[in-house]
Every structure is written in structure tokens, then in C-alpha cells.
């Protein structure tokens, strides 16, 4: 079922919890789940570390996930959902992505013939 929400969707934001060594570490076995379904060599991905708020509990470092995010050549922020630190940013950025990868649509012109009898 995953697979096939991965086929059909056109970009991805792959989150984890600052505060959480387990979320980040998962985010690898997604990643290559996403690639090896979608089989193109660009997808549309922002990694987010959510809980910027929670900057005390911290145990994923910033520098990781800039890391880890130009080893896969996306995007990277940092959020709170709590907070709304970010979380507009994240949407603007895929989009954009999504956009970017989209083939221009080019309108025929319209013909209009008009008839007297």
C-alpha cells in the first residue's frame, strides 16, 4: 500500500523528531524505499527536523541533517508545528520543487472559424 502512495505522489517531505535518534536514523530506509519505487533521478524531497522548539532535548544535531540532506541532494529545514516555525516554508519549498520538475503545458491556440451561409 505505501508503494503505491510512493508511485503516485509527486513530492516528498521526509520528517523526524529532533529529540528522537530512532526517527532520524529510519529516514534511510524510507529514502531508498522512495527512490527505488519512483525510479527517476530527481524526486521532489525537503528533509525536516521538527521540534526546533524543543532546542534543550535536542539529540539530532543540525549538522547531521544538512548532512544527511546534501548526501541526497534536498532541501533542508529545521520546524516547530507547535511553534509554526518553518512549516509554510516546507510546502513553498516542495512546490516549487514540484513545479520545477513539471513539463510546461503549451496551449494551442484556440481556432475560431465562423461560417456565414
Not at 535536542?58 to 511553534?83: H, I, M, P, Y
Not at 513539471?102 to 461560417?115: D, E, T, Y
Request: proline share 3%; aromatic share 6%; net charge positive.
Amino acid at each position: 500500500m505505501r508503494d503505491l502512495y510512493m508511485k503516485n505522489g509527486q513530492g516528498f517531505v521526509l520528517c523526524y523528531s529532533i529529540t528522537s535518534q530512532s526517527t532520524f536514523n529510519d529516514l534511510g530506509e524510507l529514502h531508498q524505499q522512495i527512490q527505488r519505487v519512483k525510479d527517476v533521478p530527481k524526486i521532489p524531497l525537503i528533509l525536516v527536523g521538527n521540534k526546533c522548539d524543543l532546542d534543550s532535548e535536542r539529540v539530532v544535531g543540525q549538522d547531521q541533517g544538512r548532512n544527511l540532506a546534501r548526501s541526497w541532494g534536498c532541501s533542508f529545514l529545521e520546524t516547530s508545528a507547535k511553534a509554526r516555525i518553518n512549516v509554510d516554508e516546507i510546502f513553498k519549498d516542495l512546490v516549487r520543487q514540484i513545479n520545477s520538475q513539471m513539463p510546461l503545458i503549451k496551449q494551442k491556440p484556440s481556432k475560431r472559424n465562423c461560417s456565414l451561409l
